[in-house]
């Protein structure tokens, strides 16, 4: 599998886990609950949208 699709799975759940807890979706939270960088995040648009999608 792709290493930048893996990462947009664990964002995917990251995101979801973060729903399921009711805590906030942001960039940070997601990146530390995916086990990638904010940076990361704001370099790849189509993890970002995961993430703006559910924020």
Request: a negative charge; hydrophobic letters at 45%; glycine letters at 10%.
């Amino acid at each position: 599998m792709d290493h930048l699709v893996e990462q947009g799975l664990g964002i995917g759940h990251g995101v979801d886990q973060l729903a399921k807890s009711g805590s906030p979706i942001t960039v940070a939270a997601v990146a530390r609950q995916a086990d990638v960088s904010r940076i990361f995040l704001y370099e790849h648009t189509d993890a970002r949208s995961i993430v703006a999608a559910r924020s």
